[in-house]
Nanobody, 118 residues
Framework: QVQLVESGGGLVQAGGSLRLSCAAS????????MGWYRQAPGQQRELVAS???????NYADSVKGRFTISRDNAKNTVYLQMNSLKPEDTAVYYC????????????WGQGTQVTVSA
């Protein structure tokens, strides 16, 4: 199992920016991608962005051009830079690790709240 710990959430005004961090630790299965999901009240959890071990990053249409996912392998950390934030970006954001053997998002962080005020 991989332990994931998110940080960096908070309250920001519309148009502002936040950077989320996700630190991975512990014994690990083979991971082939890291991702950021979010879940707003009453809505399903959705994949916001993902970054594979090899290949290109992917983004939900709603965040393209505003959010950037990146990773620092030396620090075992994944980041989500969020710019031009909108009230509809308000949600709990979760970091996740995709297990290579099953291609499933097998490990999750505890979540960090992002609130964007109008």
């Amino acid at each position: 199992q991989v332990q994931l710990v998110e940080s960096g959430g908070g309250l920001v005004q519309a148009g502002g920016s936040l950077r989320l961090s996700c630190a991975a630790s512990g014994s690990r299965f083979s991971i082939n991608a890291m991702g950021w999901y979010r879940q707003a009240p009453g809505q399903q959890r959705e994949l916001v962005a993902s970054i594979p071990s090899r290949g290109t990053t992917n983004y939900a249409d709603s965040v393209k051009g505003r959010f950037t996912i990146s990773r620092d392998n030396a620090k075992n950390t994944v980041y989500l830079q969020m710019n031009s934030l909108k009230p509809e970006d308000t949600a709990v954001y979760y970091c996740a690790a995709r297990r290579a053997a099953t291609m499933t998002w097998a490990s999750w962080g505890q979540g960090t709240q992002v609130t964007v005020s109008a």
